[in-house]
């Protein structure tokens, strides 16, 4: 055979290779430099060298710029970068393990049933009010109980799910329909609880609901982080059994993949970093779904490179939605969980368009 025609598929390969590394080279270089606008934007604007020189000087320097680097913004940043990364490669897993692009946290009704549990907590048990002193209309006096019954409703979703799949053997494309009616149940079991609050409850449910960075602190970041690097080393070594399963399930059982307790536990984990990220930053939509189809776009569905780029698409379009709601209608801050629907859903509707004219 020629040896021209043998070595083709290697060029088209390390083509293929090639411009997949300089796509995530491109992602991290987009990444920093949002995250050193991001840090210079606010009330007290510094300049990139100055938020430079804030980061390298610690968090004890004298200087004001490093108070307000290291107090507010750079919590507000990792919570932004983590929580981002959390919903990405949570979309790009459910996705891929359902074998439907339409799933996401939001569309499988962990993010609603984390409202719920949150909701339930300001209600039933006491855990939100009304301030009206304070600069903040609204505070939480609970944010334990808060984030510990919104982890449970989450998690308590994915767990009805991942039950059904295991008692009644549902196709993934039943799956997503058991996830669409489980958050619908939610949203109504949210309304009903919020129907029968006080006017401080349901405003202290509505301002949880909204989606916001601002809530994070060390604290948050910290568990955030504890919860994704695990996580996303288990689903990174499982990436060559997901892409068997892109090719179908009986070819990826003739590979040796252990097709149902694969889809279970990667459902499970993804949940699991749905859950933890809503629990407390509240309801973030759009960046699950929308992440994993922006890397497709630009790399493919391998997964060796769709995981970790869908993390970082992840954290870049929820640090950007932050920003741009902090500047959009300044000094006024926009709930970032409404910028991320306000921009995701126009972005999604036209990635769909130019899938289909492809």
């Known amino acids: ?188 079991g949210t309304m009903l609880v919020q129907y029968f609050a006080t006017e401080t409850q349901a405003a202290a449910t509505l301002f949880w609901t909204f989606g916001d960075l601002g809530k994070a602190g060390w604290r948050e970041v910290a568990w955030l982080a504890a919860m994704l690097v695990p996580l996303f080393l288990l689903l990174k070594r499982a990436a060559w059994s997901l892409n068997a399963l892109a090719w179908g399930e009986d070819s990826a059982r003739a590979l040796g993949v252990a097709v149902g307790p694969l889809r279970l536990w990667a459902l499970a984990a993804g949940a699991v970093l749905a859950a933890v990220a809503t629990a407390f930053l509240g309801v973030i939509g759009f960046v699950g779904l929308i992440a994993p189809h922006l890397v497709r776009l630009l790399i493919g569905a391998d997964h060796r490179y769709l995981l970790p780029y869908a993390a970082l698409a992840g954290a870049i379009v929820l640090l950007g939605a932050d920003t741009l709601g902090r500047l959009i209608i300044a000094p006024v801050v926009l709930p970032v969980g409404a910028v991320t629907a306000m921009l995701g859903a126009p972005l999604l509707l036209a990635l769909l368009l130019r899938r289909r004219s492809h």
């Open 1 to 188: 055979m020629d040896a021209a025609v043998l070595s083709a598929p290697r060029a088209v390969f390390q083509r293929q290779t090639g411009r997949r590394l300089l796509t995530g080279v491109a992602l991290l270089i987009l990444l920093a430099g949002l995250m050193i606008y991001a840090l210079g934007q606010g009330s007290y604007a510094l300049t990139p060298e100055a938020v430079l020189a804030a980061l390298f000087g610690g968090p004890g320097a004298a200087d004001p710029a490093a108070h307000v680097i290291w107090s507010i913004r750079l919590p507000r940043l990792l919570a932004a970068l983590l929580a981002g990364m959390s919903l990405g490669l949570a979309g790009a897993v459910m996705q891929s393990v359902l074998r439907n692009p339409l799933a996401s946290p939001m569309t499988l009704g962990v993010s609603q049933g984390a409202a719920l549990g949150a909701t339930c907590a300001i209600v039933l048990l006491g855990a939100g009010e009304l301030n009206r002193l304070g600069p903040s209309a609204v505070v939480i006096q609970e944010p334990s109980l808060v984030v510990g019954a919104a982890l449970i409703g989450g998690l308590g979703t994915a767990g009805a799910i991942l039950l059904l799949a295991l008692l009644r053997g549902l196709r993934p494309e039943a799956l997503v329909l058991a996830g669409i009616a489980l958050g619908a149940f939610s949203s109504a």
